[in-house]
């Protein structure tokens, strides 16, 4: 069993930036971000390998987000830069026991308990 704890949320402005953590208790391998919105559906932000040699973005943020991994701290981070209203939502960080990239959340096994994003207009 791994224990997930998101930290790094906040409220921030139009245009800036958040840096998310997430904490893991174990060893896991493909690691990813997930967010929900009020009334919609969690979605896929984006996912890295175990070694962080791959990364998969969504397409809405391509090019504003970041992740990475330290695994000498079982951590994994979301840079969020350019941030804009739509972005508000929980964040969720989640882990697969396997090697499988996976957009969807029934992949993942692990889920941490959310961290509120709020960008304000």
């Known amino acids: 069993q791994v224990q997930l704890v998101e930290s790094g949320g906040g409220l921030v402005q139009t245009g800036g930036s958040l840096r998310l953590s997430c904490a893991a208790s174990?060893?896991?391998?493909?690691m990813g971000w997930f967010r929900q919105a009020p009334g919609k559906e969690r979605e896929f932000v984006s996912a890295i390998s175990w070694n962080g040699g791959l990364t998969w973005y969504a397409d809405s943020v391509k090019g504003r987000f970041t992740i990475s991994r330290d695994n000498a701290k079982n951590t994994v981070y979301l840079q969020m830069n350019s941030l804009k209203p739509d972005d508000t939502a929980v964040y969720y960080c989640?882990?697969?026991?396997?090697?499988?990239?996976?957009?969807?959340?029934?992949?993942?096994?692990?889920w941490g308990q959310g961290t509120q994003v709020t960008v304000s207009s």
């Open positions: 174990g060893r896991a391998f493909v």
């Open positions: 989640a882990a697969e026991r396997d090697l499988a990239f996976s957009t969807t959340p029934a992949a993942y096994d692990y």
